[in-house]
């Protein structure tokens, strides 16, 4: 029902000096009512693509197309896009109806509808009484609602959002993620957000675009990148991983081995990608999340051991962090929930930290 | 003990040396005040009484208001034209990073630089051969050349804290550059343009090199007029004009670091 390709970056290439790319190449679809997230560390170019789109920056090379029309042309404000800043960037000298109604005066409304549009857009974020306040007269929150208020009035297809939330308080903020959520599931708007938070881009996006060095490092639904991260970057990058370096060795058939070094292995009775399947020892990175361990009591026919030794115990309310020790020297972090946790597991104790095969994933090469 | 007095001792300096500044700055002004107050015809002290008559004298017809109406006609016209275009010169170099900003930054101050003999002579060629000499038109524009940078100079400081943010947010928002800049940036930097204005203003008002090169006697300005006055006759009507002209000067002043104190309580975000 709703178009694939709303918006296409396609071969876009991005630089501000005429020597750095800052984006080297970049291929993105956005799909017509997704809400799409830009995650990446500070300085990915998450900012400088969504400057693209909204036509502030020209790209050095590339198109960027929407509804298969290049737009490279149409200047920032034929764009029609709504756009919400960091700073919110509302006009200090106008009050809060003010600003509100000013993209309706710039497309020529009469007054009677700018005033219908302007009450209903501040009903929906729960501004009703503070028309007629200045912005610094607000606080953060409301100077953020006001924002995104203005950016919805004129009923965009698709709206822009810099990091948003990054100037309010934690509370504040998952607060506000959700009604951006509700907004938009409710107006089936197009969402562009940027955020460097990885929660806030887990819990709020349809899909998710993880930004590295100006690169899309993977796009995909949450749970994708969460439980299958296609490079060490992203697996490390999303929650918390162990890496581990090792080599992999096929024994035979779909029998495999991980040598770790001074003795310590693993064996894996599975597939492993064809990327990843040689004759000889290959460098491999295995990732484990430390939520996929546990104590083992009994061993499972499908489930690696890692004999550890304790060497910190951190406790956190809901669940235990184990530190453990290989016996070449890696440390394992292992969350364990506290029912789970025995009189033995003390610092110092040996223990076995289990994990299921499909829970361990493995990448070519050292990270 | 001993350390507070140093203290004491530093304040006391301190304070004696910005009163003789002071003093060192407005005694040459506040000594002929009473002059123009004098019901005698010489410049001299003691006052043989007081009178108004010099006022009088100054402000009813005859050269000096034609000369003050003059000042105030070229002061108009050529505040309006150097304000927007300095106006417009400072945004420019605000909004883009023109990368040759600094040259063209130093070519738009220049007049305010160049020793304004150097610049009234060689407007005195260029005029002469436009037909531009003796003209109200000619000294209006030179008047707008000599007035501009101080525009610049106070815009381009009030756009320092404008958040070309906003420029960005009104162009998403449907808005032209034309309208944007119109309905926002205007609108903020106001109290920096009429700041810039009053400089303006106050220079046209105040010059006298060049109008002496490029006047005629239809375009005898208020300085001139004094400046001729000092030569013929001295006698305390050019007095009482200084004091008027101080007035004026102090009223500016004050205006202006009243529009910057506004500008910056009012819409100072972060
Ligand atoms: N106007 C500019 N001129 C020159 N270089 C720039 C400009 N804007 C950004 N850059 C550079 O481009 C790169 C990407 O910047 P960008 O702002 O897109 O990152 P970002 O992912 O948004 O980071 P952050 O999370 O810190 O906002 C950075 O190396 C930055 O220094
Ligand atoms: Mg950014």
């Not at chain 1, 990608?273 to 361990?293: F, G, Q, Y």
């Not at chain 2, 000042?71 to 304000?83: D, E, K, R, Y």
Request: include cysteine.
């Amino acid at each position: 029902m709703y178009n694939k390709n709303f918006i296409e970056f396609i071969g876009v290439q991005k630089s501000y000096d005429g020597e750095n790319l800052v984006i080297p190449h970049l291929d993105l679809c956005i799909r017509q009512g997704e809400f799409l997230t830009f995650l990446g560390a500070s300085g990915s170019g998450k900012t400088t693509t969504l400057m693209m789109l909204a036509g502030f920056e020209i790209p050095t090379k590339g198109q960027i197309l929407m509804n298969s029309q290049p737009i490279q042309d149409v200047p920032a404000h034929k764009r029609g896009m709504g756009m919400v800043f960091q700073n919110y960037a509302l006009f200090p000298h106008m009050t809060v109806e003010e600003n509100l109604a000013y993209p309706l005066k710039m497309r020529g409304l009469n007054r009677t509808d700018i005033d219908k549009k302007v009450k209903a857009a501040m009903a929906k974020v729960h501004l009703e009484n503070m028309g007629k306040r200045k912005p610094l007269e607000l606080s953060g929150g409301q100077q953020q609602r006001v924002a995104l208020a203005r950016a919805l009035v004129f009923e965009p297809e698709l709206i822009l959002m810099d990091e948003p939330l990054g100037a309010l308080d934690k509370n504040l903020r998952e607060h506000m993620q959700y009604e951006i959520k509700q907004l938009h599931q409710e107006l089936g708007v197009t969402v562009v957000y940027v955020t460097h938070d990885q929660s806030e881009a887990l819990t709020m996006s349809d899909r998710v675009a993880v930004f590295n060095n100006g690169r899309i490092e993977q796009i995909a639904s949450p749970d994708k990148i969460y439980d299958l991260p296609n490079s060490p970057y992203i697996a490390g990058f999303i929650g918390e991983n162990n890496a581990l370096k090792g080599s992999l060795q096929k024994i035979s058939g779909t029998t495999h081995r991980v040598d770790l070094g001074e003795g310590v292995s693993i064996s894996l009775n599975r597939n492993v990608d064809s990327c990843l399947s040689p004759a000889a020892d290959k460098p491999v990175t295995v990732m484990i999340r430390p939520e996929h361990i546990h104590l083992q009591t009994s061993k499972h026919s499908d489930e690696v051991t890692l004999s550890c030794t304790i060497t910190d115990k951190v406790y956190l309310g809901d669940h235990t962090r184990l530190i453990g020790r290989l016996k070449n020297g890696n440390t394992i972090v292992a969350k364990i929930i506290d029912d789970l946790l025995t009189d033995e597991t003390l610092v110092g104790n040996a223990v076995e930290f289990g994990c299921s095969e499909e829970n361990i994933l493995l990448f070519p090469g050292y990270d | 003990m001993k350390h507070r007095n140093h203290v004491l001792i530093g304040q006391l300096i301190h304070y004696f040396f910005g009163i003789l500044m002071v003093l060192f700055l407005i005694t040459p002004l506040i000594a002929i005040i009473p002059l123009s107050f004098s019901s005698g015809s010489f410049l001299s002290y003691p006052l043989p009484g007081l009178s108004l008559r010099w006022y009088q004298e100054v402000f009813s017809s005859g050269p000096w208001l034609d000369s003050l109406q003059n000042s105030i006609f070229v002061g108009l016209f050529s505040t309006v034209l150097a304000t927007v275009l300095g106006t417009f010169a400072a945004f420019a170099m605000a909004r883009r990073n023109i990368s040759a900003q600094r040259s063209i930054l130093g070519f738009l101050i220049a007049p305010m630089i160049v020793p304004p003999v150097i610049t009234g002579l060689g407007m005195y060629f260029l005029f002469g051969q436009l037909g531009l000499t003796a003209s109200f038109k000619g000294l209006v524009i030179a008047h707008t050349v000599l007035a501009t940078p101080f525009v610049v100079i106070t815009v381009t400081a009030n756009l320092q804290n404008f958040d070309m943010k906003l420029f960005r947010a009104a162009s998403s928002l449907g808005a032209s550059p034309v309208r944007a800049f119109f309905t926002i940036v205007l609108p903020l930097i106001m109290p920096g343009i009429m700041s810039g204005a009053l400089f303006a203003f106050v220079t046209s008002f105040d010059e006298i090199v060049v109008t002496l090169f490029l006047g005629g006697p239809a375009q005898r300005t208020l300085p001139r007029q004094m400046f001729d006055g000092i030569r013929d006759s001295i006698d305390p009507s050019i007095i009482a004009m200084s004091v008027f002209l101080m007035l004026i000067a102090l009223l500016t002043l004050i205006t202006s670091a009243w529009l910057n104190q506004r500008s910056k309580n009012k819409y100072m975000t972060e």
